[in-house]
């Protein structure tokens, strides 16, 4: 079946660093993909998403690109805040899954320090 | 703006009792999700429905069931809960098939002693 594999934290790093989470899925054909976030005593909200191969999905400084070739969707950011701590889950849907759902990885709790 | 709402932040319940977990949306979504997070698991699909009456098995059925009455409300039901079902439980929705945007609920944390 489906499933998304993504690197387990904590992550932690300082302020302005470079962030890279990695996240790699199994599927077959041509699934969509996300980042969802999840703030502290919040529930999840969509990040950012992709639909297909060579898409790039950005928002709020973040960024993953679908790689079909090597079937990963890597989040990235360029100078991470404080604000920025966060768990963060790489997921993914089959075009016409909107009633079936996402698969979501295990998610990767994100720390950053002042 | 867009909300889900989920009726509890916190639960505390006993072993056998029977635990209603509600959710309500007001974006007239026609589907509403339920999942539970643990540490270690992220999260995972208890059930689904895409509409009204209608309801789909997720990958952890299991000690649960659902009902959806009315298109805005989707409830969570643990008919004897047990331990193993201490977690938190995520509700859902987005707006139809094929729309994959889900809008989350803040969370309900169940502790069954």
């Known amino acids: 079946g489906d499933s998304v594999t993504q690197m387990e934290g904590p992550v932690t790093l300082s302020e302005e660093a470079f962030l890279t989470i990695n996240c790699t899925y199994t599927?077959?054909?041509?699934?969509?993909l996300f980042w969802y976030v999840q703030y502290p005593g919040e529930g999840l909200q969509l990040l950012l998403k992709a639909t297909k191969a060579d898409d790039k999905g950005s928002n709020k400084g973040f960024e993953a690109t679908y790689r079909k070739e090597t079937t990963s969707f890597h989040l990235e950011k360029g100078s991470v805040q404080v604000s920025d701590s966060a768990v963060y889950f790489c997921?993914?849907?089959?075009?016409?899954?909107?009633?079936?759902?996402?698969?979501f990885g295990k998610g990767t709790h994100l720390i950053i320090q002042p | 703006d867009v909300k889900v709402t989920q009726s509890s932040r916190y639960l505390v319940k006993r072993t056998g009792e029977k635990v209603f977990l509600e959710c309500v949306q007001d974006m007239d979504h026609e589907n509403m999700f339920w999942y539970r997070q643990d540490p270690g698991l992220g999260l995972r699909l208890i059930y689904f429905?895409?509409?009204?009456?209608?309801?789909e098995k997720g990958d952890i059925p299991e000690g649960y069931s659902v009902s959806r009455e009315k298109k805005e409300r989707f409830s969570l039901i643990l008919e004897s809960a047990s331990t193993n079902q201490t977690s938190m439980y995520l509700c859902a929705s987005s707006l139809s098939r094929g729309r994959e945007k889900l809008f989350f609920g803040s969370g309900t944390q169940l502790s069954v002693l």
């Open positions: 997921a993914l849907s089959h075009s016409g899954g909107g009633a079936d759902g996402l698969t």
């Open positions: 599927a077959t054909g041509y699934p969509s």
């Open positions: 429905s895409y509409d009204v009456k209608m309801k």
